[in-house]
């Protein structure tokens, strides 16, 4: 099923963005934004845990008609879930797959507390002409990444440090 959506990061974020979701972009496609040379086929975000933001993403995943991911075979069989208050705040990470293409929710990223932590070392980021989105720092991915300890994020690190040493090197 996710083989057949689209990969459309921008039309996804600016659907969070107009419901004004409280959110940082982690992950693979933070890395890119940052300049990672790894391709990503999905949005990572961490939205903040307040009850008015969880509506806010509940309204925002309904317009984007989420549903629960788990792969192509078995997405078709899983029960529908309601992507409410209540189901949002339940769980720690969430496979999504949308109308422009597939989001992970993740409540608290390995090796970080969370939406307070991230939002500290986040910038906000113009990625298309109108749209600018709150973007997870390149050290938090790389902290994320290395206490996630996945092997596909292990291979990617030390070009994520070597990004994050030339960014410290540049005049601000």
């Known amino acids: 099923m996710s083989a057949l959506v689209p990969y459309e990061p921008d039309r996804l974020l600016e659907v969070l963005e107009r419901h004004r979701v409280r959110y940082v972009v982690i992950g693979g496609f933070a890395a890119v934004l940052r300049g990672s040379p790894y391709d990503t086929t999905d949005v990572d975000i961490t939205p903040e845990r307040s009850e008015l933001n969880l509506r806010r993403l509940s309204a ?40 422009h293409g597939n989001l992970d929710l993740c409540l608290v990223p390995d090796g970080t507390q969370g939406y307070p932590d991230l939002r500290r070392g986040a910038t906000r980021e113009l990625i298309t002409e109108t749209l600018e989105i709150p973007l997870a720092s390149l050290a938090d991915v790389i902290r994320s990444k290395e206490a996630a300890g996945r092997e596909k994020d292990l291979l990617h690190l030390p070009t994520l440090r070597r990004l994050l040493e030339r960014a410290r090197q540049r005049p601000p």
């Open 60 to 99: 925002a995943l309904d317009e984007l008609e989420a549903a629960v991911r788990v792969d192509a075979e078995s997405t078709a069989d899983l029960p529908a879930l309601e992507l409410d208050l209540a189901a949002l705040d339940r769980f720690h990470t969430l496979a999504l797959t949308t109308k």
